[in-house]
Structures are given as structure tokens and as C-alpha cells.
């Protein structure tokens, strides 16, 4: 059985770096041509909130991978079955993702938008678990880093559950 651990970030922590987060994108992005590409399911929350405070025109798109082994033991062999719907030729592209853990899928999916000539790819995730980390990736901007945990909430799931719980905790298993 599973239960939900200790909080690590409230729901305000979570809305006051977003709101920080959204502020310096929109400066960044400013004279670009902004594409911001969700992945699905885990980044949904995240991506929502995340809009409502970016300040300039830029166009949503999402993207599904699909990560074989579970979430919590990723073996690095993606599958994408949703792709993006529209062209990412010449645009700036920033994949936003809810949390960059081995960088196995992530960096399968910049491989792949990077074939497709995009101006640039950048990186915005939510969470950052530096850690776990298999492949060298940086990310561009990241909400908070956080220790060797398993979390939910906030859009993060344990087998499809919890992604609706308005903070983020780590997962208790007994
Ligand atoms: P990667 O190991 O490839 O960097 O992480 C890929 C995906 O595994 C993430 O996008 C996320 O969906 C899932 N994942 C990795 N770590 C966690 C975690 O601590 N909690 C949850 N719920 N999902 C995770």
C-alpha cells in the first residue's frame, strides 16, 4: 500500500514560483516566437498555471510519451503517441515538463523536436531531481529541485492516481 508523505511544496509555493517562473519567460520570449510544448500527463497542471502568467502571445501545443518500465524505474526507451500538432520549423520551442528525474525521456524528446529545425529548444520543468540524473542534461529553467524522492500531486501521478492533490508530497510505500 501507498500513502501520501510529507509535503514538500504548498500549494502557495507552488503559485509563487510559477508567478516568478512566468515573469521571466515572458521577458526572455519577448521578441521570439514562442511555441510551449506540454508533455503529457504529468506537466498539465503545471503548464495551466504556468500560462495564465506568461505575458505574451505564444501558441500551446502538447506532446505524450510513452516511457517503458514505470515511472519509477525508466529504462530510456520512449515512444512518442501523441505528437505535437502543429510545425515547429524556425519557432522557439519550450518543452515544459513536471519532472526532469534520469533525463532519459527528456532528452529523447529534444533529439527528436531538434530534427524537426526549431530556431531553439529550451527546457522549463516544474520539478528537478538532479540526483537521479543518467544523462547530462541542463534545464533552462526549473520551479525547485528536490532530493532522491518519489512524489506525487500537482500533477504527478503513482499509477495514474493523486495527480489532483493541490501540493506536492513525497510518496510513502508499506
Ligand atoms: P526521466 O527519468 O526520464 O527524467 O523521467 C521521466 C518521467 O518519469 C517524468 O516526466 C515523470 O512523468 C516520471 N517521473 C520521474 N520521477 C518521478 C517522481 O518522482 N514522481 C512521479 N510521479 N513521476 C516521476
Do not use: H, W
Request: net charge negative.
Amino acid at each position: 500500500m501507498e500513502k501520501i508523505g510529507k509535503i514538500l511544496f504548498t500549494k502557495e509555493d507552488i503559485e509563487k514560483r510559477i508567478k516568478e517562473l512566468g515573469e521571466e519567460i515572458s521577458l526572455d520570449y519577448k521578441d521570439k516566437d514562442l511555441i510551449l510544448a506540454c508533455v503529457l500527463k504529468g506537466a498539465v497542471y503545471f503548464t495551466v498555471d504556468l500560462t495564465r502568467n506568461i505575458k505574451i502571445p505564444f501558441i500551446l501545443d502538447f506532446i505524450s510519451i510513452l516511457s517503458y518500465g514505470s515511472s519509477k524505474n525508466n529504462q530510456g526507451i520512449v515512444r512518442i503517441t501523441k505528437d505535437l500538432d502543429i510545425n515547429i520549423l524556425g519557432k522557439d520551442v519550450l518543452i515544459i515538463e513536471d519532472i526532469v528525474d534520469t533525463g532519459l525521456t527528456l532528452s529523447y524528446l529534444i533529439r527528436n523536436l531538434q530534427t524537426r529545425n526549431p530556431r531553439s529548444i529550451k527546457v522549463c520543468t516544474l520539478l528537478d531531481c538532479p540526483g537521479r540524473r543518467i544523462i547530462d542534461i541542463e534545464v533552462d529553467y526549473k520551479g525547485f529541485e528536490i532530493p532522491n524522492y518519489y512524489v506525487i500531486g500537482y500533477g504527478l501521478d503513482y499509477k495514474e492516481k493523486y495527480r489532483n492533490l493541490p501540493f506536492i508530497a513525497i510518496l510513502e510505500e508499506f
